[in-house]
């Protein structure tokens, strides 16, 4: 069984940087797709960003330029890190994991494993 634990939230003026932890256990980190999911509140969850087991990464359209997602195999943590916040950043902010990797990363179906789900919110 998979464990991932997200840490990091909080709240934020617009402009301002934030960086999200999703710490891993119980499995074989190294070998996952890892995504960060979004839900703000009355929406659905949408994708934000993800990074293979290789490194290369996937963004959100709404997010390119402004958020990084990046893995420390040795830790079992993959970071988000979120830059020029706006307002309409605000959710709950949540890792997955994807254990047999196939290429579709972008349907919440798509994963296996979630965490908990951390607040962001930035204020104007």
């Known amino acids: 069984q998979v464990q991932l634990v997200e840490s990091g939230g909080g709240l934020v003026q617009a402009g301002v940087s934030l960086r999200l932890s999703c710490a891993a256990s119980?499995?074989?980190?190294?070998?996952?797709?890892m995504g960060w999911f979004r839900q703000a509140p009355g929406k659905e969850r949408e994708f934000v960003a993800g990074i293979r087991r290789t490194g290369s990464t996937v963004y959100a359209d709404s997010v390119k330029g402004r958020f990084t997602v990046s893995r420390d195999n040795a830790k079992s943590t993959v970071y988000l890190q979120m830059n020029s916040l706006k307002p309409e950043d605000t959710a709950v902010y949540y890792c997955a994991a994807v254990v047999n990797y196939r290429g579709t990363y972008f349907s919440p179906s798509n994963y296996d494993y979630w965490g908990q789900g951390t607040q962001v919110t930035v204020s104007s």
């Open positions: 119980g499995g074989t980190f190294s070998s996952y797709f």
